[in-house]
């Protein structure tokens, strides 16, 4: 090659260039276009509960103490649900918007930018997050079962020290999907930090008799639950899977309905052994308890034993409200359930209305070269 031809070269890859900085500057356009339609979504969204907030005030103050007819009733609870749809909507329209890091996430991640603002983006984190879980409770069963069968020290450790990260990264996932909108309750959350320093606990409490004394119980304890964690992620997945499918099928034959009696009957199933999962934890912290005053007995024990009481007062109240919770939000749940599937059809019509004038200009395309 001449060097003519490479300076002609270079004199191309310029002209390129050029495009690329057309391109670059329309991108750089675009983005901030879409920073200050965020901010004004944002905006408005605040406008919107707070004028919300306001009407629901002053409607309280025109019924308070007044008789209502039958028709000024119906025309208020008419008015609650609207409500109701409103909040669903306005959380569905959040969902797509940036939020800020919990400082937790700030704590470990730095201030980066953690929010997930394409829905099925979400629910793939989500699915993602529940394999997370399933993999490495598939990996402590094994792990835990093998204690059981071999009294090896540094096997033990290994596991232990499995639980600390496996929890911990729990913590930060956690974080994560709160700040992309999941209602996960605190308390699992809070569960999830306190297995992480119960795990901490037991890698450092030493070989001893109180520990061998203990050791095979709770391997035996971790062989329940990570049983008990394969049904959850059973329910789980099957809870993501219709709600998917209630949002994306154009049939909608998984009706609302449909999921409320799916998700009651995958609940009955489940929440029987997770009681006896929280029992398990009641006698761990009633053991322990008792192997405190054990002339060997290290500060752990007393430690250990107060923590497993808490996990199992905590997981009991929770699961126990979860209950009724459910059946009071009916509605409100409802009003989800609909907005999500409302906000995913509405995508997907933008989204078809988008290809149209694609379509036609390839139909254009193809009647001209017929
Ligand atoms: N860990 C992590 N996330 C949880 C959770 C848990 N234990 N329980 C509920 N969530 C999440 C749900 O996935 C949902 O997330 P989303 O908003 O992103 O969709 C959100 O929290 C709200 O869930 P909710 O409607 O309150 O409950 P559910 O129907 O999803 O699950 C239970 C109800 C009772 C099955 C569930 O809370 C559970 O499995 N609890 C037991 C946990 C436990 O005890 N673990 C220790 C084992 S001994």
């Given at each position: 090659?001449?060097l003519?031809?490479?300076?002609?070269?270079?004199?191309?890859l310029a002209?390129?260039y050029?495009?690329?900085e057309?391109?670059?500057?329309?991108?750089?356009?675009?983005?901030?276009?879409l920073?200050q339609?965020q901010?004004?979504?944002?905006?408005?969204?605040?406008?919107?509960?707070?004028?919300?907030?306001?009407?629901?005030?002053?409607i309280?103050?025109c019924?308070k103490?007044?008789?209502?007819?039958?028709?000024?009733?119906?025309?208020?609870?008419?008015?609650?649900?609207?409500?109701?749809?409103?909040?669903?909507?306005?959380?569905?329209?959040?969902?797509?918007?940036?939020?800020?890091?919990?400082?937790?996430l700030?704590?470990i991640?730095?201030?980066?930018?953690?929010?997930?603002?394409?829905?099925?983006?979400?629910?793939?984190?989500?699915?993602?997050?529940?394999?997370f879980?399933?993999i490495?409770?598939?990996?402590?069963l094994?792990?835990?079962?093998?204690?059981?069968?071999?009294?090896?020290?540094?096997?033990?450790?290994?596991?232990?020290?499995l639980?600390?990260?496996?929890?911990?990264?729990?913590?930060?996932?956690?974080?994560?999907?709160?700040v992309?909108?999941?209602?996960i309750?605190?308390?699992?959350?809070?569960?999830?930090?306190?297995?992480?320093?119960?795990?901490g606990?037991?890698l450092?409490w030493?070989?001893?008799?109180?520990?061998q004394?203990?050791?095979?119980?709770?391997?035996?304890?971790?062989?329940?639950?990570?049983?008990?964690?394969?049904?959850?992620?059973g329910?789980?997945?099957?809870?993501?899977?219709?709600?998917?499918?209630?949002?994306?099928?154009?049939d909608?034959?998984?009706t609302?309905?449909?999921?409320?009696?799916?998700?009651?009957?995958?609940?009955?199933?489940?929440?029987?052994?997770?009681?006896?999962?929280?029992?398990f934890?009641?006698?761990?912290?009633?053991?322990?308890?008792?192997?405190?005053?054990?002339?060997?007995?290290?500060?752990?024990?007393?430690?250990?034993s107060?923590?497993?009481?808490?996990?199992?007062?905590?997981?009991?109240?929770?699961?126990?409200?979860?209950?009724?919770q459910?059946?009071?939000?009916?509605?409100?749940?409802?009003?989800?359930?609909m907005?999500?599937?409302?906000?995913?059809k509405?995508?997907q019509?933008?989204?078809e209305e988008?290809?149209?004038?694609?379509?036609?200009?390839l139909?254009?395309?193809?009647?001209?070269?017929?």
């Amino acid at each position: 090659m001449e060097l003519d031809d490479c300076i002609r070269e270079w004199g191309e890859l310029a002209n390129e260039y050029k495009t690329l900085e057309a391109t670059n500057s329309s991108y750089l356009d675009s983005l901030e276009n879409l920073e200050q339609m965020q901010e004004q979504c944002t905006k408005q969204i605040k406008h919107q509960r707070y004028q919300m907030q306001n009407i629901f005030k002053n409607i309280k103050l025109c019924t308070k103490n007044k008789k209502l007819t039958s028709e000024e009733k119906d025309k208020l609870a008419e008015f609650e649900k609207n409500i109701l749809k409103r909040k669903a909507q306005l959380h569905e329209i959040e969902q797509g918007l940036p939020q800020k890091n919990s400082l937790y996430l700030k704590i470990i991640l730095g201030d980066v930018n953690v929010s997930i603002l394409n829905r099925s983006d979400k629910v793939r984190y989500k699915d993602d997050y529940e394999k997370f879980k399933l993999i490495l409770n598939v990996i402590g069963l094994f792990l835990s079962f093998l204690n059981i069968v071999i009294n090896y020290r540094a096997l033990e450790l290994v596991f232990i020290f499995l639980l600390v990260w496996y929890y911990c990264t729990l913590t930060i996932r956690e974080s994560i999907l709160k700040v992309n909108g999941s209602r996960i309750k605190g308390w699992w959350r809070l569960h999830h930090f306190i297995s992480t320093v119960s795990a901490g606990v037991l890698l450092v409490w030493p070989q001893s008799e109180t520990w061998q004394l203990f050791r095979t119980q709770f391997m035996y304890f971790n062989v329940y639950i990570s049983l008990v964690q394969y049904m959850q992620f059973g329910y789980q997945k099957g809870v993501l899977y219709r709600l998917k499918a209630l949002g994306e099928r154009h049939d909608m034959d998984i009706t609302i309905e449909g999921f409320h009696s799916w998700m009651w009957r995958g609940l009955s199933f489940l929440i029987p052994f997770l009681f006896v999962g929280y029992l398990f934890q009641a006698y761990n912290a009633w053991i322990l308890y008792k192997l405190a005053s054990h002339p060997e007995a290290t500060w752990q024990i007393p430690v250990l034993s107060i923590l497993f009481l808490i996990l199992f007062i905590g997981n009991t109240t929770t699961t126990m409200l979860v209950i009724p919770q459910k059946l009071r939000g009916r509605i409100k749940e409802r009003y989800r359930l609909m907005s999500l599937s409302w906000a995913l059809k509405a995508r997907q019509h933008n989204k078809e209305e988008k290809m149209k004038p694609e379509q036609s200009g390839l139909s254009n395309e193809c009647d001209k070269t017929k």
